[in-house]
């Protein structure tokens, strides 16, 4: 089954431990990016990567890290996590390129930063 | 100003109705349109894509868009408790970026 894959699901946390959220696809996808879901604001894009090795800041970077040393995962690295940065966060994927910009998303992570 | 404005509803209806979800945009150098609908609980779910200006028919739900305007619409026809979620606008330039909406919240009552 083609599908985009989060883990974990469900995170509390504490400020300033790192936490990593993995993301990885099986579609052969280009194009992977990280959003955050917060009410009111709809999704905001975090980072993108359009293939292995490149990546770029999106509209809320900061406070993220992400790496994309292999085509089918886009870890999203929170360094020094805070308050703020608790919200609701979906990674999704998209053939990139021409070969097509609808974005498929993976089932969501609920993070809670104390 | 936001580069995509939607209602946020919540928006109410009896089951059998039309229903229709708008956003407008401000760069008119947007490319494509889709609508996403999201479960409570769910990653967000492609349900229409178009390029052009005009509408675009899949079973019950038909994307409009009026470029002229920079509006797009969805319309639900005959809606189903099944349809309660909520919808996001997602407007692109080329190269994959995806600017949302916020979201309207549908709600279908039986």
């Known amino acids: 089954e083609a599908q985009v894959t989060q883990n974990p699901r469900y995170l509390i946390t504490v400020t300033g431990k790192k936490l990593t959220v993995t993301c990885s696809q099986n579609?052969?996808?280009?194009?992977m990016s990280w959003y955050r879901q917060d009410p009111g604001l709809g999704l905001r894009q975090i980072y993108y990567?359009?293939?292995?090795?490149?990546?770029d800041k999106g509209d809320v970077p900061e406070g993220y890290k992400v790496s994309r040393k292999e085509k089918r995962n886009f870890p999203l690295i929170l360094e020094s996590p805070s308050p703020n940065q608790t919200s609701l966060y979906f990674c999704?994927?998209?053939?990139?390129?021409?070969?097509?910009?609808?974005?498929?998303f993976g089932p969501g992570t609920r993070l809670t930063v104390l | 100003q936001k580069e995509v404005e939607q209602d946020p509803g919540p928006l109410s209806v009896p089951e059998g109705a039309i229903v229709s979800l708008n956003c407008t945009y401000s760069n008119s150098a947007f490319q494509y349109f889709m609508w996403y609908r999201q479960y409570s609980r769910k990653g967000p779910e492609l349900l229409m894509y178009?390029?052009?200006?005009g509408n675009k028919e899949d079973g019950r739900f038909t994307a409009q868009v009026d470029k002229s305007s920079k509006y797009i619409s969805l319309f639900i026809r005959d809606s189903q408790p099944s349809d309660s979620a909520t919808y996001l606008c997602a407007i692109g330039e080329y190269g994959n970026k995806l600017v949302f909406g916020a979201g309207t919240i549908l709600r279908v009552k039986s």
């Open positions: 999704a994927s998209s053939l990139g390129g021409s070969g097509g910009n609808e974005q498929f």
């Open positions: 579609m052969n996808h280009e194009y």
């Open positions: 990567s359009m293939n292995v090795e490149v990546t």
């Open positions: 178009t390029y052009s200006s």
